[in-house]
């Protein structure tokens, strides 16, 4: 596998230092690029498929997996592992992340276990405090199937935590594919996650919306050819998406562009 990642422990008292109270850059809720609608000149739809990504799309999840990240760092390797060291893998698989972390620190455990390991506190996270789903996602994804768009998932993150995330927001039965980090050899910014997704739908790339919250996620569903809603999150709201076709921070910016 060739890793590629934008370069630009108590759990009963967790440090939540991820959650910044930033503004969002001037382009947030600004159309990018040409397209100025998804929509064609007489209201007609232009795509058949939307496809998700899941971690900050669906879920706030950064800021859990970061605090997951610290604890296993800082109480487990006695390592500082401050936000600036998270940001250089967002977007990211925990194999890419975890690999170049433990030569980097060189980290005595088998990968697998350091993987195991951080997956557990974030799981415990997610038990404790509840699942962070961002706020109007489900209905919009449950509008966007009833309306009849055909509906996937394109996410890095690994389908044992991917399902039963999905099957406890109550949303699975309504995507007709689920593609994740274990599904592709070389995760975003290359478009393979993506043109997987196409191609489990049957449907070409440019009928297909990507809804992304990373400038990673951005590139690999551009590459793809496909169209592209950046709908940045508390975590990624300052990064550059200058290559999406649409900005928007708010749900109902993505909803106005696909449902009339």
Request: with cysteine; hydrophobic share 40%.
């Amino acid at each position: 596998m060739v890793c590629q990642w934008n370069t630009n422990s108590d759990l009963k008292k967790p440090r939540i230092r991820h959650r910044l109270e930033l503004s969002l850059p001037q382009q947030g809720n600004l159309l990018v690029g040409k397209r100025m609608d998804l929509m064609d000149n007489g209201g007609q739809r232009q795509f058949e498929a939307v496809v998700f990504d899941m971690d900050g799309v669906l879920i706030d999840s950064e800021p859990v997996h970061y605090e997951s990240t610290r604890i296993l760092f800082e109480d487990e390797f006695g390592i500082p592992f401050p936000e600036s060291a998270n940001t250089e893998f967002l977007g990211s698989t925990d194999r890419c992340m975890f690999e170049t972390l433990k030569a980097r620190h060189q980290l005595q455990p088998p990968l697998e276990e350091i993987i195991s390991r951080r997956k557990a506190l974030y799981m415990d996270l997610l038990e404790r405090d509840g699942l962070p789903w961002r706020d109007g996602i489900r209905d919009l994804i449950a509008d966007l199937s009833e309306s009849g768009y055909r509906l996937g998932v394109a996410t890095s993150g690994l389908t044992r935590i991917v399902e039963p995330t999905l099957k406890a927001g109550n949303i699975r039965h309504l995507f007709e594919v689920v593609v994740t980090g274990d599904d592709v050899p070389t995760p975003k910014p290359a478009p393979d996650i993506y043109l997987e997704a196409a191609r489990r739908l049957a449907i070409d790339p440019a009928r297909c919306v990507a809804i992304e919250d990373t400038d990673v996620g951005v590139r690999a569903a551009k590459a793809a050819g496909m169209t592209v809603i950046a709908f940045p999150n508390s975590t990624t709201r300052g990064m550059d998406f200058g290559p999406a076709d649409v900005v928007t921070q708010k749900v109902e910016g993505i909803r106005t562009r696909l449902l009339r």
